[in-house]
């Protein structure tokens, strides 16, 4: 299988934005919460990396929560 | 590193008068230059237009290495300003952009959360960061524990106006000399500094390899810091290229050139009338010198129009006459004197023709002192006494006459108070123009300048007939040109002088000195003593 994105490096940001979106939406499965993070990731490169872990998983709760709707 | 050139620059006032006209000269890289003038001659207009404030009406500016400027206002800052908006203001072009991107989209984030306004605000911290900004918290954290002796997230937030003008000017002093511009305009950057203030600020000023273009009215710092002297006078500028200890020399000289050139220039423009003239009339008579006359008329013409050389700058019209008298041969006595809870007792003999400075702790009772030698009401204990025929007078610091700041000096002048009879307005503004002050006879004392105000105050002391002199802080709010004219009239005057300053310049004319320690202890040094720290007092 192929991924739309490629995996980034494994970063602290992005596995924490992970862990607490998959508990603020149980109703998603974890690939698409996955999916969504890494992209939001892959867009945001070259936001500074101080801000990036708050950036990250404020655009990926933004795109979940648009889905759901 | 960076430099400045200005060229041929002009500006004219709102009013049509031509302030400052071909004003031409360099500021090569890592110079540090001095800015002198009257109050009113141009020197911050001139800033402003290297600053870019304001575009010259002709000439150009050209500069490299990034501007850091540093403005007068400093340090009497009462809004709301906060130190990170400080320090933003005083950062380069770059950071203050994008620092205002950043406020920008994190506004609209709070209203707005959604995808589109998280990108824009990922795109300014981005820009923020390309900007050097977060580098410039790194600088702005050293500024801070520098200035304030506190990291920058402590402070930040905390407004200018609960730091004292001292702190002020410390902080953007630290924040310019540390960031990134090569080339500084700094206006009046000693002023709120004590004197301990201003020998850092020598220091760093001395060893920083930027450019520096400063104004300063303090004589000490001028001759330790300036290695040339841009002088605006007569409405253009010039440069002395040495230090300010050879300036005074170099401007008379300068002066006494302009003069013989001005001098050379009338005595052949007369020459060549009297040409024109003579052949004027041997033309009449004789067809044969027609050629002549006209070819001497043309000569006139190309003479007059090619215009005269500058003219030498008017001297400052300031002829201060402090007579004073013979007194008692002490002047004043004190005897285990104790102002109540500011000193411990002391004595103190000054005699006749003495010139003592009073030096010390800011709230160790100086200014006190003063006042109860010049017969006002301070609680004390201990003796203390004037000599025969000594009569005191009182120079106040500026903000010290409310009572004053609707009245015109022409009304003081008029109406006299004890100790000094009124006189008719013909003496009056005759005095007044001595002192520089004919245009403001009129004028509400509250709206005169600092220097003009202090000038007025010498101006009543003169009239008084005072034999001792008691004087608070004279130089404060004069320019370097009228300081010098109090000093030479201090010189000339017959009697006795106190005086409390922290000018480090104006001391040296002095040759006693009464120091008001912080531990209480009142002394006498030969030597003026300046490093004594505020006084602490449970507030």
Known sequence: MTLAVPPTVPDPSVRSAIARLRQEFPELAPGPIVLVVRTCREELRGSPDGALPELVERLARQRLRVALD | M?????????????????????????????????????????????????????????????????????????????????????????????????????????LTLMETDDERSQMAYADALAQWGDAGGYDAEVTWDTVTVAALGVPYERCKYRELSTLSGGEQKRLALEALLRGPDEVLLLDEPDNYLDVPGKRWLEERLLETRKTVLFVSHDRELLARVADRVVTVEGGTAWVHGGGFGSYHDARTARHERLAELRRRWDEEHQRLMELVRTLQQQAANSPDMAGRYHAMQTRLAKFEAAGPPPDRPPEQRVAMRLRGGRTGVRAVIAEQLELTGLMQPFDLEVWYGDRVGVLGANGAGKSHFLRLLAGQHVTHTGDWRLGARVVPGFFAQTHAHPEWHDRTPVDLLWHGEPGRPGVDRGR????????????????????????????????????????????????DNLDVLSAEALEEALAAFEGTVLAVTHDRWFARSFDRFVVFGADGRVYESAEPVFDETRVQRIR
């Open chain 2, 428 to 475: 009056a503004m005759a005095a007044l123009r001595r002192y520089g002050l004919a245009d403001q006879g009129e004028q509400p004392f509250r709206t005169m300048s600092g220097g003009q105000q202090a000038r007025f105050q010498i101006l009543l002391l003169e009239l008084s007939g005072a034999t001792l002199l008691l004087l608070d802080e004279p130089t």
């Open chain 2, 2 to 106: 960076g430099y400045v050139d200005v060229s041929a620059v002009r500006h004219t006032l709102s009013d049509g008068r031509v302030l400052l006209d071909d004003v031409s000269f360099r500021i090569g890289e890592g110079a540090r230059a001095a800015l002198v003038g009257e109050n009113g001659a141009g020197k911050t207009t001139l800033l402003r237009i290297i600053a870019g404030d304001l575009a010259p009406e002709a000439g150009s500016i050209a500069r490299t290495g990034g501007l850091g400027v540093m403005r007068q206002f400093i340090g009497s800052v009462r809004d709301d300003t906060t130190v990170q908006r400080f320090l933003v203001d005083l950062s380069p072009p770059a950071v203050r952009e994008a620092w205002d991107a950043v406020e920008a989209t994190e």
